[in-house]
């Protein structure tokens, strides 16, 4: 069987972990040096990887005293990458609920121009309700009102995406026709939350648009996924819940009239790699010990909305005082701090440790085989089109991921020895769209 | 005598006349490409420009029927460019009308990092009134709101950029401290249109912040100017116009309190450059006779609020059509276009030519000495701490600058052989500033 995995590396500053920058191995003095970005993603490229991906959010973590939870803005630290690289792709996290459309539309647009086609989009309505303090609002909307304006802004977005067709640029040097102005469409759009007029400012991208990628897996965002996402990053313990996803979504995608090839579900993976089972536990291990509750405990709060500082940490996971019904109880990532309770009855700290590594994405700790096994039991039985990379530290937890498991996934028949194509949209097997303002084509209309 | 002047490239896609892009030597056909845009950046550091820049707008022009007028996003295009660069500074135009300060402080500070500290802001209010359409406004806000809602956000920026002291970031592995919360602050801004508690969420930049320029010479311009600037682009038809303009910003900067010389005047320059006069006149001819009425009309339509397309292109310019007291009135360019009327009188399709060249800025038309003249005399005779170079077409109008005019300004002693620092603000002579957050420093306590 020959089958064609996605990866994609996803970079935070010194890696997943949150005690990764305290890691004798990571280069926390360059985390603010955009060559040692541009070196992950040349790294990447090298393993011929999808993309590399990034998450952002509008305001400052509370635990920035524990670990390096700044963030550099996404979009220029992604140019920054695909002027340093030839083919890997470029996934950025931007908010539909903090930006404006025809901003956002702009930026992205140039990204995929600048890049010559490699540009991604990762869709959010922004999770941390402090972000809405830093936009003069007085409270952050609510989940549900948030996914409605993601709706409008989505509609948006793409509509100024496909305001030029694809030959609208003339440049006829003898007649002085620049643009076809026939073939430049105002969007008129007059919604709930956007008044748009258009056009875009500027010519069609190579993609026509970027690809568009969601990260959110609440019923809301099942919903908004199943509509528009060409590429899904989501979060998974086990086996059984990365299958009712992978199904339930692909699903929902053949319901709404779409081809669920078109929609690829990629699971965030942090690998602890160790020439034997014992030392990728002792490296898990040795990273663990290094976190820091004061941090844990602010994000158990940021998850959960209830402070936990004042409970025993070798103490049971108190969860009578969660409140299962508030608002908070719709994000996705809440209900998985809850099933992990279920399942494994963890103490406070167990807990935090089981979130240490990656905030609730599946961690694999095992030999170079047994990452491998567990990815392509994933792949082979309906889990995942692939994955988001997340290395427990950087650079070396991406070096030994690359050196290690991916030959083992080529000589599977799993990932791929060379690019095909040469844009984001080939990387992934989806299609390029077509305006909607473009008239329809000769071979349906024939 | 030494004199230093600041020389910044200013790019336009194929250049600023407005017929380049049918010039048969300029490279039409790679101006959405980003190499194009990149090997200009590296032809003016070589030539130890201080910066280049680009203008922006956040919607489409009407003409672009008529000339290449589409706008690629600045920050991703300035972004692409220091990942391929070492030394030249950046600066981009954003609009404070138009964008949320949460957003742009993240970005703008995000390229100061990747750039280690070659970022500039030109600082716009945005005066195409149709953008307004594109933001959900029923109306463009009148000139003095704009410039309100400029000053306050100039002022809430300046707070997020100032949020992390410098030293915060303390990434102490063995105690576990990674910044020291004591050293960010909430900005907690509340005004009448701004509410941003802050800080932002990265750290402080390598100036500190980005170099503010700013680009109005209306009253409100000028007071605005007089503020907060550090670097003005200001366009001027004449000696005796440039002189009034940089004795009154610099007057009105020391009035305020301020070191006259933290405040650089940069008129425009557009430069046709011959091995004689008279092929420098023919240069300038040949793209003038490429120019289309109705691109020449839409823009004196934007410039004057008045649409002149009924009116005899070689009869006398129709001054009695001008509402002198409107709103329009109120712009810097509005009265440019009225002095070149009051001082030429010239016909419709003369006044056409004479802003085809650069949109008003000063046009020079002559020899490589000739050009140099001009400069040396705006530069010696309190008109100019440097310009703004606008070639007509690109990329041939900017190599004849630098090859013929720039050793001339070298050999007079103008213009600087090497960089002498290595960022933005070291080539402009600008102080780098302290955080407002930041303890009083020793020296001035002791």
């Not at 007029?197 to 199943?226: H, I």
């Amino acid at each position: 069987m020959t089958r064609h995995l996605h990866l994609n590396l996803f970079i935070y500053p010194d890696g997943h972990h949150e005690a990764a920058w305290r890691h004798p191995d990571s280069e926390t003095d360059r985390i603010l040096d955009i060559s040692y970005y541009q070196e992950l993603a040349q790294k990447a490229e090298a393993a011929k990887f999808d993309a590399v991906f990034f998450a952002d959010g509008p305001s400052l973590a509370e635990n920035i005293r524990y670990a390096a939870r700044f963030r550099l803005e996404p979009i220029t630290v992604m140019t920054a990458i695909v002027a340093a690289t030839e083919r890997i792709g470029v996934i950025g996290t931007a908010s539909t609920t903090y930006t404006e459309p025809y901003n956002l539309a702009r930026q992205l647009s140039a990204l995929d121009h600048l890049s010559k086609g490699r540009a991604g989009w990762n869709i959010v309505t922004t999770g941390a309700a402090d972000a809405a303090l830093n936009f003069g609002l007085d409270a952050h909307p609510l989940h549900r009102d948030r996914y409605a304006r993601a709706e409008e802004y989505v509609d948006v977005i793409t509509k100024l995406w496909d305001s030029w067709e694809d030959d609208a640029v003339v440049a006829d040097r003898e007649s002085g026709l620049f643009a076809d102005t026939d073939k430049i469409h105002r969007v008129d759009h007059d919604g709930e939350y956007f008044s748009v007029r258009g056009p875009l400012n500027a010519p069609r991208s190579p993609q026509g648009r970027p690809v568009y990628v969601q990260a959110g897996s609440s019923e809301d965002g099942r919903a908004f996924a199943a509509r528009w996402a060409e590429a899904i990053f989501t979060a998974h313990q086990t086996l059984g819940s990365a299958q009712e996803f992978y199904a339930d979504i692909k699903q929902r995608a053949q319901a709404g009239g779409r081809d669920p090839r078109g929609l690829k579900v990629l699971p965030g993976i942090s690998p602890f790699i160790g020439s034997t089972a014992q030392e990728a536990e002792d490296l898990h291990q040795q990273l663990n010990d290094l976190t820091q509750p004061e941090y844990s405990l602010a994000q158990l709060l940021r998850l959960t909305g209830v402070d936990l500082s004042s409970y025993d940490l070798d103490g049971p996971f108190p969860r009578e005082v969660i409140d299962t019904d508030g608002e908070r109880s719709e994000g996705s990532r809440f209900q998985l701090v809850l099933d992990i309770v279920e399942r494994e009855d963890p103490t406070l700290r167990q807990l935090c440790h089981r979130l240490a590594g990656a905030r609730g994405h599946r961690v694999v700790t095992g030999t170079p085989d047994q990452v491998a096994d567990t990815i392509q039991q994933w792949a082979e039985n309906g889990a995942a089109d692939g994955f988001n990379v997340m290395p427990p530290w950087l650079p070396g937890g991406i070096d030994v991921f690359i050196e290690e498991v991916v030959p083992i996934l080529r000589r599977r028949g799993l990932f791929r020895e060379e690019y095909t194509g040469s844009t984001l949209r080939d990387h992934l097997g989806l299609v390029r769209p077509d305006s909607q303002y473009a008239p329809t084509p000769q071979k349906e209309t024939a």
